[in-house]
């Protein structure tokens, strides 16, 4: 039973608590596996059993597609809780959701899973979401799908952190986030027991980012249908006479794209294109790993953004300055073709395009692991 206090078992004196951590695969995997493992190592300190695990069928080693890592802790024998939560892909539901980058809040296709699914999906009666961004709750509740309960979203004030499968990018995030989750949800896990763990594990010199997280999460509750209609739709298990009469495989159409895996939710960053300045090099189309560049008419390359994955190769071959620019995800609504918008109104679009890029630059280093280099752009520049 899902419930403000947790997810009750059979067994009424044994309170099980759920904790997700959503992840971006190869840059927060050990990030999400550090948090994971650190409450389990402070739930032992308060007499509490707990384990920790990555989703089965997730697939980590791609880079920046949407993973899970969970905690799950309960007053409980190791057997018992073994029994009752071990056999699991992933609990039914969760007290607290941690979103480790914010542009995960649009919606998330794993790569074992079929349809984008909301952020917010596994969130429960009076559950929180814990969101690592630079946005105000009230900002992000518009991406967030309507629920029939109430929820809360918190904001731990930040940028994502992000680094390679192997690397870690030791800048305090991990205790951040744990400092907040102690703050939001103490029945999980105490601040003192954390407290204790990071100083055992970690070294006092993290007890004060601990402490900050604590201190600076913002809550905010969101009341029942607070939030958008989900706009996508949820797969669902076809009935016995809908079934093949044998296991087939479709094959695309030459040219054709997958319409049921577009991958869109993998990236945090989009490229805008000025088709003003374009020079038809077609340098993007040929450089796209994903093929997500189509010809125009008149020589130009609409980019699709349901299969653009945000890898930023574009912008990186791109020979015109400031022609195909890198922008946060979250500046954007939907998918629609920029091409489209350029010909119903060019000065319209070129004014839009210069808007939703901002002034952040974002260049992508050849030695990987090592996270994205961002710069300004200052007033009246060309980068």
């Keep these: 039973m ?36 650190t409450i389990v190592y402070a739930a032992k300190h308060e007499g509490k059993t707990g384990f920790s695990y990555g989703r089965y069928s997730d697939a980590p080693e791609r880079n920046g597609i949407p993973c899970k890592y969970f905690a799950v802790v309960a007053n409980a024998t190791e057997e018992d809780l073994e029994a009752e939560a071990g056999g699991k892909v992933e609990p039914d539901y969760v007290d ?63 940028k994502h ?37 990071v100083a055992e594990k970690m070294g006092a010199d993290r007890i004060e980012p601990l402490r900050e997280g604590y201190e600076s999460v913002v809550v905010k509750s969101i009341a029942p249908g607070e939030g958008i209609t989900w706009p996508y739709a949820m797969p669902v298990l076809p009935k016995w006479n809908e079934f093949e009469e044998g296991i ?6 030459r040219g054709g794209r997958n319409e049921d895996f577009k991958r869109f939710t993998t990236r945090t960053m989009r490229p805008v294109i000025r088709f003003d300045t374009c020079i038809k ?7 796209c790993p994903d093929e997500c560049f189509d010809q125009t008419v008149d020589g130009l390359f609409d980019v699709n953004y349901n299969y653009c994955v945000g890898c930023g190769r574009c912008a990186e071959v791109c020979p015109v300055p400031n022609t ?13 073709s920029p091409y489209t918008k350029y010909k119903e109104d060019k000065e319209a679009y070129v004014k839009w395009a210069e808007e939703k890029k901002g002034k952040t630059r974002v260049n992508y280093p050849f030695v990987t692991g090592t996270g994205l ?4 752009v200052a007033e009246g520049e060309q980068k």
């Design 96 to 158: 607290v959701s941690i979103v480790a980058d914010d542009t995960m809040v649009k919606g998330v296709e794993p790569w074992g899973f079929s349809g984008i699914r909301p952020i917010n999906e596994k969130v429960a009666l009076g559950g929180t979401l814990l969101v690592v961004s630079e946005r105000s709750p009230l900002e992000l509740v518009d991406f967030v799908e309507k629920k029939t309960f109430p929820y809360k979203i918190a904001v731990l004030p930040g």
């Design 248 to 253: 087939v495989i479709k094959a695309l159409s």
């Design 281 to 287: 090099c077609d340098l993007c189309w040929y450089s």
């Design 2 to 37: 899902a419930a403000d206090l947790g997810i009750m078992s059979e067994a009424d004196d044994i309170e099980i608590k759920n904790l997700e951590v959503n992840y971006r695969g190869i840059f927060q995997k050990t990030l999400a596996r550090k948090i994971c493992k």
């Design 324 to 336: 195909v620019v890198m922008a946060d995800e979250l500046r954007f609504q939907d998918n629609s």
């Design 161 to 197: 952190s992000f680094s390679g499968l192997w690397v870690y990018k030791d800048d305090f995030t991990d205790v951040r986030l744990l400092g907040a989750l102690a703050k939001i949800s103490p029945g999980i896990v105490t601040f003192d027991s954390l407290k204790k763990t």
């Design 373 to 376: 280099i961002t710069d300004e």
